[in-house]
T-cell receptor, first 112, second 113 residues
């Protein structure tokens, strides 16, 4: 089972600040996903990255997949209170894999 | 569409009791999954199914059983509940394997005392 390590585990910032969270592994991923989970709800997909070096933008969120497909980052510009939540990275381990492995998550609090 | 629905939303069990967590999806997805989420531990896969009649173990299957008699339903059975099974349980479904979005239900919060 591959291990996905997310950092930081907790992050508390003021509204308007920028932040980056990281997802790292020693394994190579066939694809990697980022989910956001709000209290009392299930995770919701933000993005899927599949190509090494790929960069995807979703409004103020920028996702990057490492060239070697072993790591990923999520950068949020000008954070807003609505960005508060648990950010989870997840990956399928290899060709034909049906199992999605999740990191432990980064809990983000954006203070107004 | 309702997506993925789970019942019940909350449940308290005594040690040794049994129960079934229900999961239904209306998206005609072949792949369905059960996860548990403990505080600070992310989501761990319990069981999954790639189609009706086909199930397989995930990372933490001990103490649980599943069945998949239809495409829509994927119930999770807890036999002889233990305090270690106190957790939030999520059911998910996806159209295909690898890179496809998993759609999650709202979760069942289970406490075993």
């Amino acid at each position: 089972t591959q291990l996905l390590e997310q950092s930081p585990q907790f992050l508390s910032i003021q509204e308007g600040e920028n932040l980056t969270v990281y997802c790292n592994s020693s394994s190579v991923f066939s694809s990697l996903q980022w989910y956001r989970q709000e209290p009392g709800e299930g995770p919701v997909l933000l993005v899927t990255v599949v190509t090494g070096g790929e960069v995807k933008k979703l409004k103020r969120l920028t996702f990057q997949f490492g060239d070697a497909r072993k790591d990923s980052s999520l950068h949020i510009t000008a954070a807003q209170p609505g960005d508060t939540g648990l950010y989870l990275c997840a990956a399928y381990s290899g060709a034909g894999s049906y199992q999605l492995t999740f990191g432990k998550g980064t809990k983000l609090s954006v203070i107004p | 569409n309702a997506g993925v629905t789970q019942t019940p939303k909350f449940r308290i069990l005594k040690i040794g009791q049994s129960m079934t967590l229900q999961c239904t999806q209306d998206m005609n997805h072949n792949y369905m999954y059960w996860y548990r989420q403990d505080p600070g531990m992310g989501l761990k896969l319990i069981y999954y199914s790639v189609g009706a009649g086909i199930t397989d173990k995930g990372e933490v299957p001990n103490g649980y059983n599943v069945s998949r008699s239809t495409t829509e339903d994927f119930p999770l059975r807890l036999e002889l509940a233990a305090p270690s099974q106190t957790s939030v349980y999520f059911c998910a479904s996806t159209r295909g394997a690898r890179s496809y979005e998993q759609y999650f239900g709202p979760g069942t919060r289970l406490t075993v005392t």
